[in-house]
């Protein structure tokens, strides 16, 4: 399978407004692993319940996160699926 090598979330990635409003929970996703490592087509496949943290999972995920692709028999790198499952905790509680 694909390794990651770089990129992961951070206490400040929660957005603000929902912190605020006591929003949490986990966002599972599922993305393509290019043959680069770069990740594309994240797509959200269990919902937290706020669209706000699902979008800025998949968003974070495609612009941080970075693989050493997955490779073939013959030690080519191959596209590959990965699912992830991203929880959001909300540092300041609910209001």
Request: with cysteine; glycine share 10%.
């Amino acid at each position: 399978p694909p390794r990651l090598l770089k990129g992961r979330f951070k206490n400040k990635d929660f957005p603000n407004a929902e912190a605020v409003i006591g929003a949490g929970g986990v966002v599972g996703v599922r993305y393509t692993v290019e043959t680069d490592g770069s990740v594309t087509h994240c797509m959200v496949t269990r919902s937290s319940g706020n669209a706000v943290l699902d979008a800025t999972t998949c968003r974070l995920i495609e612009l941080r996160f970075r693989y050493r692709p997955w490779l073939d028999a013959a030690g080519r790198p191959v596209r590959s699926t990965v699912v992830h499952n991203q929880e959001w905790v909300n540092q300041l509680g609910p209001r």
